[in-house]
């Protein structure tokens, strides 16, 4: 019942304070729930200076959002969308009242606060609003893709192309398995038996604007809250699963496609070569040591895209049971 109440409140336009956007407005079930932008704009039209990520198996991360390790759960990081106004997404603050009067007034939600939390005598509360959305946002499980039919036992599930492709993932010639590891490819998971912090977040050398491991404001990665040299870069580990649908990529959404990302890797950085984020990312000496290069045939590349794309779980980007239901 709390999820389903959670679905509605995702879809639904009334929770932002113009009555413009929902949560599902950056995060679309056809996308795994990401938004195929670079970087979005909230309701208000401020740009929002990192990609809306994936909300594909959300439930099993112990940190939140592309680089503040102070979000470690749902409940917390739905507070950043709802109140912030800098920049402001969907601008709750100071409408906390109207929004919740207008939740009162939609007869639909009668039945679905009540049955979410019952015996209260005001379930309209942003406390329960929070709750209902982090309870839906971990419902989004995603787990069958033809990668996990093939390592379930159906050997035909997965192409010969996404077949090498899986044996260059697992390689020490293209290390992608250091980072992007276990069932949810990436290495920080949360599960019933505990937590694993290990490698939350990485440098890949997409930028080294001044020769010493610069990123362009405003998005210098984990730093930002550490204050840490080291830290300069570091954003968290996405999971892999649907990426074929997540495009672009990266933090800031400068990189367009799959082939292009796995050149990026190829080539243990990225270079620009003018303008004011122009640099060597090989050079980057905050670098993470895994990302050391590759040099792979034109068939070999492409192999590693066919099993990237193996990973994209068709039955859930059309789930009715993640789907609009106001449609």
């Known amino acids: 019942?709390?999820?389903?109440?959670?679905?509605?409140?995702?879809?639904?336009?009334?929770?932002?304070?113009?009555?413009?956007?929902?949560?599902?407005?950056?995060?679309?079930?056809?996308?795994?729930?990401?938004?195929?932008?670079?970087?979005?704009?909230?309701?208000?039209?401020?740009?929002?200076?990192?990609?809306?990520?994936?909300?594909?198996?959300?439930?099993?991360?112990?940190?939140?959002?592309?680089?503040?390790?102070?979000?470690?759960s749902l409940e917390i990081q739905a507070r950043i969308p709802l109140f912030n106004d800098l920049p402001t997404e969907l601008g709750a603050t100071g409408n906390e009242a109207t929004i919740l009067a207008r939740l009162r007034a939609e007869p639909r939600y009668g039945e679905l606060f009540g049955q979410a939390f019952p015996g209260e005598a005001d379930p309209y509360t942003f406390r329960h609003v929070i709750d209902a959305l982090a309870t839906f946002q971990r419902s989004l499980v995603s787990g069958d893709s033809p990668y996990d039919r093939w390592a379930a036992g159906d050997q035909a599930a997965l192409s010969p192309a996404a077949r090498r492709g899986l044996e260059l993932f697992n390689s020490e010639t293209c290390e992608c398995y250091h980072c992007h590891a276990g069932f949810n490819f990436t290495t920080a998971v949360r599960t019933r038996s505990g937590e694993s912090f290990k490698t939350?977040?990485?440098?890949?050398?997409?930028?080294?604007?001044d020769g010493q491991g610069g990123y362009p404001e405003p998005n210098t990665g984990l730093h930002e809250i550490s204050d840490k040299p080291e830290d300069m870069g570091k954003f968290?580990?996405?999971?892999?699963?649907?990426?074929?649908?997540?495009?672009?990529?990266?933090?800031?959404?400068?990189?367009?496609?799959?082939?292009?990302?796995?050149?990026?890797?190829a080539a243990a950085g990225r270079t620009i070569a003018s303008g004011p984020f122009a640099g060597r990312g090989a050079d980057n000496p905050r670098k993470d040591v895994f990302i050391v290069g590759f040099d792979l045939p034109a068939e070999d590349k492409a192999a590693l895209v066919a099993f990237l794309k193996s990973l994209t779980d068709e039955a859930f980007l059309r789930d009715p049971r993640f789907s609009d239901p106001w449609r």
């Not at 968290?236 to 990026?264: F, K, Q």
């Open 1 to 72: 019942e709390k999820a389903e109440l959670g679905r509605h409140l995702f879809y639904d336009r009334r929770l932002s304070a113009n009555e413009t956007q929902s949560c599902a407005s950056c995060h679309q079930q056809e996308r795994a729930f990401s938004d195929g932008v670079a970087t979005p704009r909230g309701s208000t039209g401020d740009v929002v200076p990192r990609n809306s990520q994936t909300l594909t198996n959300v439930g099993y991360l112990p940190v939140l959002t592309w680089a503040n390790p102070l979000l470690s």
């Open 200 to 209: 939350s977040f990485t440098n890949t050398g997409l930028y080294n604007i």
């Open 236 to 265: 968290r580990i996405p999971t892999l699963r649907n990426v074929e649908v997540t495009a672009p990529y990266m933090h800031d959404g400068s990189i367009a496609t799959l082939e292009e990302a796995i050149e990026h890797y």
